[in-house]
């Protein structure tokens, strides 16, 4: 297994950059996308233990827009192989003195990468 080949990272870097972009503006259709359609797909968030795509889409459509927007830090995403990659970044948010934690583990199936599972937390 070939870890870090360049053009993985590439290709992930952009996906999580994507994912990013439509967290931070809501675009709850895109975020749906992103994830895995399965039962088995996982997002344990700082509230809440998802399982399933059902779960986090329906967690999505609920969410309020308000106060998205974070700086993100340490990001470091690695691949393993052609097919699989981690992304793992903290962030922090104006007026939040925690610093905030995220990974996700992302997969490349026929239709394109897909988170499979994900996690967010707060350190205090």
């Not at 290709?11 to 895109?30: G, I, R």
């Not at 986090?56 to 969410?63: G, L, M, T, V």
């Amino acid at each position: 297994m070939e870890l870090n080949n360049p053009d993985v990272v590439a290709e992930v870097t952009v996906m999580f950059m994507q994912y990013e972009q439509a967290l931070v503006t809501n675009d709850v259709a895109v975020l749906d996308q992103l994830f895995w359609n399965h039962p088995k797909t996982v997002r344990y968030g700082a509230t809440e233990n998802l399982v399933g795509y059902e779960q986090i889409r329906a967690f999505r459509s609920q969410r309020s827009p308000a106060g998205l927007a974070r700086m993100l830090e340490n990001t470091v995403i690695t691949a393993f192989g052609q097919d699989m990659a981690t992304a793992n970044t903290t962030f922090t948010r104006e007026n939040e003195p925690r610093i905030g934690r995220q990974s996700q583990t992302w997969v490349r199936f026929p239709e394109g990468w897909c988170i499979v599972a994900a996690h967010v937390s707060w350190m205090s």
